[in-house]
């Protein structure tokens, strides 16, 4: 669902003019994303801008926007390639790690045979490498929701799953849950720092079940809630006459997605249609969420599950 391209410093950062064209079609919403190639990508292309001539104010306005505020969206995600500076150039590595994992395209200065290779110049947004979905349909499996929902995973600060259904008593949420946490566990670089995910769900009738989840979640979590990580758990009710807690949600600092018919993974004989949402409707979605709104009303207190199976009121 999402392509990966990787872009050249030297191409991108040729002048103030190129980088914001570029810049601007990438991120979570747009469905493409600049791989981080190699790993000090942003320090070459500020490398590059200032080789290039780029003025002092536009080279502030690159390295700002290249230094990503928590409140701005990601456009660049780690790429997990080699690059091997032995090669003698960017473009040289770059080919040997398509062949061994391709990106969508590589955009790069100068002429090349290779189709894949474009120059910034030719990356309208009608380009045939450039058509990027922001919708489709994913079969109802673990594997291939996972699939779908890693990317914006791995780049993710802040979590939070919106499923008026969930249930962590049910295999067919676990898992997924339990495949992406151990992704995300591998794919980590610091393996030390926790990272909470939020599971948001609806009471639809009789009392909060706080604590029946204080007292039996830490059997249900038992094998894959892996050290690093910690579920806390939001329990809400709907307004009489207010807004319908219906939507499935995957809501992130970096982005989101909508997935219409949930979390669960009932198997490959169905499907569901994930769409990537515009990032500024996703921080207002998170909101609705967040300690103190008022859209919803909160049903009890939100039950905290650390790895280590210890469970507490929040």
Known sequence: MYREYA????????SWGTFRYLIEKFGFQKGRLISRFPSRWERLVIEAAKMAGVGDIALSRITEKLRKKKEEEIKIVNSGRIYDPSLGSWIASARVAHAVKPFHAIIA??????????TPEELEEDHPLMIASTSCNVPRTSKRLAEALLPLLLSAREVDIVDPFFDLQNSKYTNLLSLLLSSMYNSRKNKEKTLLIRIHFRLDEG??????????????VRGWLLEGFELH??????KPGGEDFHARLLLCDCGGLAVDAGFAAVGQHESTIITLLDYQHVQRLRKNFAVGATVYDKAGNAVRIRSNGETETL
Do not use: C, M, T
Not at 7 to 14: D, K, L, N, W
Not at 210 to 217: D, H, T
């Open 7 to 14: 872009v050249e410093p030297a191409a991108i950062g040729s």
């Open 109 to 118: 200065q100068g002429d090349h045979e290779e189709n894949e290779i474009v």
């Open 233 to 238: 758990l939001y329990e809400w009710k709907q």
């Open 207 to 220: 009392d909060p079940r706080e604590q029946f989840l204080l007292e039996n979640a830490h059997r249900w």
